[in-house]
């Protein structure tokens, strides 16, 4: 089972619309959570923290369920800049800190 | 923000031969640097994770001999793909991290290796 899981997509969207990724990570003593946006042949770049109790930024919200060890990531307001690949990201802290990436979710907002 | 940089960007070469790629931090002194490889339509890989003045550490499964990382400053870390073979073409990034946080790790830009 590899240790972050997505839905590689990819997800097509009108512009204007809400859409949602979900992932899954299979270590329970993973401490933080991340998703980073990675355009074509580019490297990743972080878009937000996932705190436990939830946050958003503008038009992205995410929300982290320990119990379920499950991340997500809602875009609302979908814009034509949003196309990219969305990597959940899950930082296994076992005495030292490592970023394990998910394969990514492809999102294409069309006109 | 903090700024990584990648040399090259892009690199064909001939199978049997070595390839070097630098990642410089360019405004700050970085305390650890990772390697990854990511493969089409794949995760990023970590590679290894090296610390300044001292062997880098690998991940199950690289192979530290062909994968040469060299971290010589709090600025530059190099790695050296020896005797390249067409399934070492992928993409390469390095990441940089400032201080000991989580939150403080950069990323290169990446450098996209061809072995023909």
């Known amino acids: 089972r590899k240790e972050v899981e997505q839905d590689p997509g990819p997800f097509n969207v009108p512009e204007g619309a809400t859409v949602a990724f979900n992932c899954t990570y299979s270590?329970?003593?993973?401490?933080?959570f991340f998703w980073y946006r990675q355009d074509c042949r580019k490297e990743p770049k972080l878009l937000m923290s996932?705190?436990?109790s939830g946050n958003e930024d503008g038009r992205f919200t995410a929300q982290l369920n320990r119990a379920s060890q499950y991340i997500s990531l809602l875009i609302r307001d979908s814009k034509l800049s949003d196309s990219a690949t969305y990597l959940c990201?899950?930082?296994?802290?076992?005495?030292?800190?490592?970023?394990?990436f998910g394969t990514g979710t492809r999102l294409l907002v069309s006109p | 923000g903090a700024v990584v940089s990648q040399h090259p960007s892009r690199v064909i070469c001939k199978s049997g031969t070595s390839v070097k790629i630098e990642c410089r931090s360019l405004?700050?002194?970085?305390?650890?640097m990772f390697w990854y490889r990511q493969f089409p339509k794949q995760s990023l890989m970590l590679m290894a994770t090296?610390?300044?003045?001292?062997?880098?550490?690998?991940e199950q499964g690289v192979e530290k001999d062909k994968f040469l990382i060299n971290h010589a400053s709090l600025t530059l870390s190099t790695l050296t793909v020896t005797s390249a073979h067409p399934e070492d073409s992928s993409f390469y990034i390095c990441?940089?991290?400032?201080?000991?946080?989580?939150?403080?790790?950069?990323f290169g830009p990446g450098t996209r290796l061809t072995v023909t």
């Open positions: 990441s940089a991290r400032r201080g000991a946080g989580i939150y403080e790790q950069y």
């Open positions: 270590n329970s003593a993973s401490q933080s």
């Open positions: 996932v705190y436990s």
């Open positions: 990201v899950v930082n296994l802290n076992t005495g030292f800190q490592k970023l394990v």
């Open positions: 405004d700050f002194q970085a305390t650890t």
């Open positions: 090296s610390n300044e003045g001292s062997k880098a550490t690998y």
